[in-house]
């Protein structure tokens, strides 16, 4: 099982498109930000230190959006299992009544700092992300 990780959003002016509601890149930008976040809270140190992850696939549902002032939770999580050096990553944007409005799934493929090149996944690497 894998643990979860949550963080709240606020919709600001800069965030809303001529429709008068969230645009889709703001929420690109949050889920990367949201798995930017996890990793920086729960990854050990020295795999902060010695990788760093790039988006290869972002895929997204939109099943409703959020207005200015408006807040959401997200939350996201690691799916098992990782293969080679790529992670499939979870996050759901829901409303303050618990209505589902954004889910994606992200495949991040981690990287080398020292070498810049791709690097596997190991287990211990991914262990702080287990419940």
Same mark, same amino acid.
């Given at each position: 099982?894998?643990?979860?990780?949550?963080?709240?959003?606020?919709?600001?002016?800069?965030?809303?498109?001529?429709?008068?509601?969230?645009?889709?890149?703001?929420?690109?930008?949050?889920?990367?930000?949201?798995?930017?976040?996890?990793?920086?809270?729960?990854?050990?140190?020295?795999?902060?230190?010695?990788?760093?992850?790039?988006?290869?696939?972002?895929?997204?549902?939109?099943?409703?959006?959020?207005?200015?002032?408006?807040? $959401? =939770? #997200?939350? /996201?999580?690691?799916?098992?299992?990782?293969?080679?050096?790529?992670? &499939?990553? *979870? !996050?759901?944007?829901?409303?303050?009544?618990?209505?589902?409005? $954004? =889910? #994606?799934? /992200?495949?991040?493929?981690?990287?080398?700092?020292?070498?810049?090149? &791709?690097? *596997? !996944?190991?287990?211990?690497?991914?262990?702080?992300?287990?419940?």
């Amino acid at each position: 099982m894998t643990s979860r990780f949550t963080r709240t959003f606020t919709a600001a002016p800069n965030h809303i498109d001529a429709l008068g509601h969230v645009n889709n890149t703001v929420w690109v930008q949050w889920i990367q930000d949201m798995a930017t976040a996890h990793w920086d809270a729960v990854a050990r140190p020295e795999d902060r230190t010695a990788f760093f992850w790039v988006v290869v696939r972002h895929e997204i549902d939109y099943r409703g959006n959020v207005s200015e002032g408006e807040t $959401v =939770s #997200a939350t /996201t999580w690691i799916e098992d299992p990782s293969q080679g050096a790529k992670s &499939l990553r *979870r !996050v759901e944007f829901t409303d303050s009544a618990g209505k589902r409005l $954004v =889910s #994606a799934a /992200t495949t991040w493929a981690m990287l080398d700092r020292a070498t810049g090149r &791709l690097a *596997r !996944v190991r287990p211990e690497v991914l262990a702080p992300f287990r419940a």
